[in-house]
């Protein structure tokens, strides 16, 4: 049996809750939760297509690295705002539909949003060792970066759960070169290539991100307080300014959303399709 690639991170709440015990039973649980939600329902669903598809052009790189950074696109395309969103409106979220009594997830999951928005298509990297039969290479990575993810761990211990959250947020991201750098090469990608296709995407997040902040911001000097109202707002304001920046400047990715809405024998598609094209005229 191929052994599978490693994604470091995914060990954090076991961890956590075993490395830093005082802290309040429940609440790493409930953040990292709330963290793999868009992970698992956006990231995998769409990587459940990849492997086949991967896997007939496994030996043109030119095909499989076009094929890739669309999916990759795509992914963020849909996981980037929904992870910034929820880390910006992670207080009234939590406030509205779980109760205040969860609010000390709120700055656990803060620290754990920005990771999610790039494991989102971080994760991805698993199908190119398996595509590229070189699931040895992923497991013999994966091992490496996660025993440094672990030492981060280690060292966090001693500032409790947000501690292990911090040391993180910084491992992740001080591994995420190697972590990209090490699978690309397989297919003669560059990781600064990759990061140009998903710049659009990233730069209309930050905006939108941005925007919700003020909007919340002004808020609260307003006086107005309840959770609700916070949340639905913003998620409103969030909303229409995403969708809008999409539509106005119509990044390559938005092409590659109405080809996929194309290809789809499903009515929601068609209606997504036809509503994405009316707004545009």
């Known amino acids: 049996m191929p052994r599978q690639a490693v994604v470091p991170g995914h060990q954090f709440v076991s961890?956590?809750?075993?490395?830093?015990?005082?802290t309040v039973p429940g609440f790493d649980q409930m953040a990292y939760?709330?963290?793999?939600?868009?992970?698992?329902?956006?990231?995998s669903v769409i990587g459940q297509v990849l492997n086949p598809a991967f896997s007939k052009i496994q030996d043109d790189n030119e095909r499989f690295r076009s094929a890739y950074l669309r999916s990759c696109m795509l992914i963020g395309l849909i996981s980037f705002p929904v992870i910034a969103g929820l880390?910006?409106?992670?207080?009234?979220?939590?406030?509205?539909?779980?109760g205040k009594q969860w609010l000390p997830v709120v700055p656990l999951f803060q620290l754990l949003a920005p990771i999610g928005l790039f494991q989102?298509?971080?994760?991805?990297?698993?199908?190119i060792y398996l595509a590229k039969g070189r699931t040895d290479l992923g497991f013999r990575v994966g091992l490496v970066l996660t025993a440094i993810t672990v030492s981060g761990f280690l060292v966090g211990?001693?500032?409790?759960?947000?501690?292990v959250a911090a040391a993180y947020f910084v491992v992740y991201f001080l591994l995420l070169y190697p972590g990209l750098r090490i699978?690309?090469?397989?297919?003669?990608?560059?990781?600064?290539?990759?990061l140009?296709?998903?710049?659009?995407?990233?730069?209309?997040?930050?905006v939108m991100a941005l925007t919700c902040i003020a909007w919340l911001a002004g808020l609260r000097a307003a006086g107005i307080t309840k959770p609700v109202i916070q949340l639905v707002s913003t998620v409103t304001i969030g909303a229409f300014v995403y969708v809008g920046a999409l539509l106005l400047i119509r990044p390559v990715v938005l092409q590659h959303f109405e080809s996929a809405m194309e290809s789809s024998q499903t009515p929601l598609a068609r209606h997504i399709l036809v509503a994405t094209r009316a707004f545009v005229r």
């Open 15 to 22: 961890l956590g809750a075993q490395l830093a015990p005082e």
């Open 157 to 163: 211990v001693r500032w409790g759960t947000i501690g």
């Open 87 to 98: 880390g910006v409106v992670a207080h009234p979220f939590i406030e509205a539909v779980l």
């Open 196 to 206: 140009r296709h998903l710049w659009p995407q990233l730069c209309i997040t930050l």
């Open 33 to 43: 939760n709330l963290f793999l939600f868009p992970l698992q329902n956006i990231s």
């Open 183 to 194: 699978p690309f090469s397989l297919i003669g990608l560059t990781v600064s290539g990759f």
């Open 120 to 127: 989102s298509v971080h994760t991805t990297v698993g199908h």
